[in-house]
């Protein structure tokens, strides 16, 4: 089980468009720091890469779904011959 220094909804953070990632100050000095891709796939821990604390990233998950639609593979109908 993680030990959260803080929840933090993702409002409170701020977006760098370049690098797709969100970034909040942690008391170290340094930015937690979560990209759109780990919030995209249900990722809810922020990292500080200076110092050993997490916070937990409140948001609507449904909002950072990618939309991506994968589908099945067609049911190929092999047809065999009786000899």
Known sequence: MSVFHDEVEIEDFEYDEETETYYF???CGDRFAITKE???NGEE????????LIVK???DKEQFMCGEVI???AASEAK???A
């Open 57 to 59: 990233v409140i948001y």
């Open 25 to 27: 100050p942690c008391p």
């Open 80 to 82: 065999l011959e009786v």
């Open 71 to 73: 589908e099945a593979p």
């Open 45 to 52: 821990v922020a990292t500080c890469p200076s110092c050993s």
């Open 38 to 40: 780990d919030l995209e």
